[in-house]
């Protein structure tokens, strides 16, 4: 590799440091301690066993406030009510996971990899939770809470799980799905399922008897319903997207996004 002009230097990356927070922070199922340290800038939760191994990582989710997507309004654009009731209402759902379930979960991964002989080849794994801004238009605002949490611990596979709330934008009011849809809610599955046209009715079925309405996210130019790991399957996540073309009759016309340009 030929570089002209500039001196090719291999650039140091900054050594982390870190303090402990709190010594048996929690007590796992068999008695083990695991302690909370922090990093320099504190906004990174690392649980470590007492001889030091790390298990999880815990980065402080960002909420409502501090998620910006390139092109799409957010939450600077609500009007001073609606931000205070859209962060009101993430302080008031909090974690959707339990940092002590994920905990025993690394740690049962660890102890297998273990007696297998690959402790070396562990890790820790990450757990995070963000609200970003998913869609709008001069009537609404969407919010998306996205969850990571470890899945499968020795390949370090982690789930992602997201799930919509439909914001008033002027009042800050959350807007229910029989609000937003001119059919009955208990239609609302099956007929957006009908018009994606998944053409596999034992699947359908599944679906449909699994569907919850937080499911369902507003995107610009698509609806997606977007089934968490485990729900359907095991170690698979199902989405379905539709587009607003498709369903616009069973829409109110004020709830659907702006488009992408």
């Known amino acids: 590799m030929l570089f002209t002009g500039c001196e090719w230097r291999k ?7 870190y303090h402990l927070v709190q010594e048996g922070v929690y007590t796992l199922a068999d008695g083990t301690r695991v302690d909370l340290w922090q990093d320099e800038w504190e906004d990174t939760n690392y649980y470590r066993l007492a001889d030091g191994t790390p298990l999880v990582i815990e980065r402080y989710g960002s909420g409502p406030e501090n998620a910006h997507v390139i092109g799409q309004e957010d939450f600077d654009d ?3 009510e609606a931000q205070e009731k859209v962060t009101a209402y993430y302080v008031k759902q909090g974690l959707l996971y339990d940092i002590g379930n994920e905990l025993e979960k690394v740690y049962a991964g660890y102890l297998d990899m273990q007696m297998q002989g ?3 080849e562990f890790s820790a794994l990450y757990v995070e939770q963000n609200v970003s801004p998913a869609s709008s238009n001069d009537r609404i605002m969407c919010f998306t809470i996205t969850v990571r949490t470890p899945l499968v611990v020795q390949e370090r596979i982690s789930q992602t799980e997201s799930c919509c709330t439909v914001f008033d934008r002027t009042t800050g009011e959350v807007l229910p799905l029989s609000e937003l849809f001119t059919i009955p809610e ?11 046209q998944l053409n596999d009715a034992a699947v359908q079925a599944k679906m449909e008897k699994a569907f919850l309405p937080e499911y369902i996210i507003f995107y610009p130019g698509v609806l997606e319903i977007d089934y968490p790991h485990g729900v359907l399957e095991e170690y ?26």
């Open 118 to 120: 690959k402790e070396e």
């Open 186 to 196: 208990a239609e609302i599955c099956r007929t957006l399922l009908d018009r994606a």
């Open 78 to 80: 609500l009007t001073a």
């Open 236 to 261: 698979s996540n199902w989405i379905v997207a539709v587009d607003y073309e498709d369903i616009k009759d069973i829409l109110q016309p004020w709830a659907i996004p702006y488009q992408e340009e």
């Open 11 to 17: 650039v140091e990356e900054p050594e982390i440091e």
